[in-house]
């Protein structure tokens, strides 16, 4: 079982409001198509909101913990993100890839402490019946706060723990973490050792940059990669590229 996210500065032009970068995510889904076409691993698609969910959410002011109760507000982010869905839905089903959709909105929540609550079970039908589930960051309901978003990779995390998965990548434009010379780092155990060379997103990203990234998938007993498209076919072949964190 293989949790992939496709960070959403890969598949879009993040610095321009809902633009598609057309070349990555065909590059994507050339590597995603081929390891089906080898009978691999169980896999489920995360994909990030790169220029459409991330600049409409900063538009509206939403973010991961502060909340609207504005539906117009709610369905703008919302309509964006299935927007490029249907866009990576569509370059799978080009190449035959058994994809199918998870919108958040329609299956997430938040409590009021802001826990995440995501049911599985549709998803682990969809796998059962042989889909490829493509999920991707959204908003969902929070109590006592609306609607807040919720990220690609609280997403990853959640379902890396439900579906007890074995392996989890998060293909992104850099080739891993990378330390202060800009040289990848191999292995990350521990937070505090790489927290002084951790920044943030240079484009809009209301949820969290590598920083955040790293912290949630160091609470996954699962191994995971973060390594860039190029490597993504060896990550599907079961090799460690880029950096891996455990």
Known sequence: MIVLKLGGSVITEKDRAETLDGNALERAADAIAAAR??????????HGGGSFGHHNASEHGVT???????????????GAMTTLNRFVLGRLLERDVQAVPVHPFSTAHRDGDGTLELPTGQV???????FVPVL????????????????????????????????????????????????????????????????????????GGMAGK???????????SVF?????????DGENPGTTID
Request: net charge negative; with cysteine; aromatic share 2%.
């Open 37 to 46: 076409a080898d009978g691999g691993a169980d896999l489920v698609v995360v």
């Open 64 to 78: 991961t913990t502060e909340g609207t109760h504005d539906a117009n507000a709610a369905l703008d982010i919302h």
């Open 124 to 130: 682990e039908t969809m796998l059962a019946e042989g």
């Open 136 to 207: 991707h960051g959204d908003v969902i309901a929070h109590a006592g706060a609306g609607a807040t978003v919720v990220s690609g990779d609280e997403l990853v995390a959640a379902l890396a723990r439900a579906l007890e998965a074995d392996r989890v990548g998060l293909c992104s434009t850099v080739p891993g973490v990378l330390d202060d010379e800009d040289a990848v780092i191999d292995r990350i155990d521990d937070f505090e050792t790489v927290a002084d060379v951790l920044g943030a997103s240079e484009a809009t990203d209301v949820t």
């Open 214 to 224: 790293v912290r949630t998938l160091l609470d996954l007993e699962a191994a995971a």
């Open 228 to 236: 860039d498209c190029e490597s993504l076919a060896s990550f599907l």
